[in-house]
Nanobody
Framework: QVKLVESGGGLVQAGGSLRLSCAASGSTFRFNTMGWYRQAPGKQRELVATIISGGSTNYADSVKGRFTISRDNAKNIVYLQMNSLKPEDTAVYYC?????????WGQGTQVTVSS
């Protein structure tokens, strides 16, 4: 059974940094795509960043230049380095992993940015 576990969320002041991690367990395969999504109160879940196994990345316009996604294929771990955080980045951040049409989600980790 595949399980994704996020860590690294918390409370930070505007302009600060956080690093999120998501470790996948229970899989015998390498995920094609891993990524991060977020959901703020009263809003729909939105894509933050994705990375494919070959290393190509994709970012939401709102985080380009501030966030960096990376992954360790050998360990099935994906990271999100978040710099220059803004209050509007406050949300629950969810890890996602996909393999051959199957998608998996973590339980989410709260990120709160105070002004």
């Amino acid at each position: 059974q595949v399980k994704l576990v996020e860590s690294g969320g918390g409370l930070v002041q505007a302009g600060g940094s956080l690093r999120l991690s998501c470790a996948a367990s229970g899989s015998t395969f390498r995920f094609n795509t891993m990524g991060w999504y977020r959901q703020a109160p009263g809003k729909q879940r939105e894509l933050v960043a994705t990375i494919i196994s070959g290393g190509s990345t994709n970012y939401a316009d709102s985080v380009k230049g501030r966030f960096t996604i990376s992954r360790d294929n050998a360990k099935n771990i994906v990271y999100l380095q978040m710099n220059s955080l803004k209050p509007e980045d406050t949300a629950v951040y969810y890890c996602n992993a996909a393999y051959r049409g199957l998608g998996f989600w973590g339980q989410g980790t709260q990120v709160t940015v105070s002004s």
